[in-house]
């Protein structure tokens, strides 16, 4: 399990679960394809519609992936920035890329130890 913080929002991630690997996969889809919409239509779009548009996307994925209708309040308050947006999402991409580096190098370690070595070092 690893932790993800961002603003006031505090949420223990288990990276290692297919459940919620392919939850984040498919939510990370469709926020992408909410985004690239998006941008295809920028020239006929104001900009402040282009910011609630993608950080809508941006908050409906925290939402959804943490089943927490106000997981978006908790990390932006009543914030809606486009640079807060890619940062949290950076965040939890980072939390999540660590914490399956460190279980590669944990299980790496205990893969590397021959038979006799694992069994003394129970």
Do not use: H, P, W
Request: glycine fraction near 4%.
């Amino acid at each position: 399990m690893a932790e993800f913080k961002f603003g006031n929002f505090t949420k223990e991630i288990d990276v290692l679960d297919l459940d919620f690997q392919t939850k984040v996969e498919n939510l990370s889809e469709e926020m992408s394809k909410k985004i690239d919409d998006l941008r295809k239509d920028t020239a006929n779009i104001k900009m402040s519609e282009y910011i609630k548009g993608y950080c809508t996307a941006v908050f409906e994925f925290f939402e959804k992936l943490f089943d927490d209708d106000y997981a978006s309040n908790k990390m932006f308050g009543k914030s809606v920035n486009l640079g807060e947006c890619d940062k949290a999402y950076l965040s939890f991409i980072e939390a999540r890329s660590t914490a399956y580096k460190e279980y590669q190098t944990k299980i790496g370690s205990a893969l590397k130890l021959n038979r006799a070595q694992r069994r003394n070092k129970k």
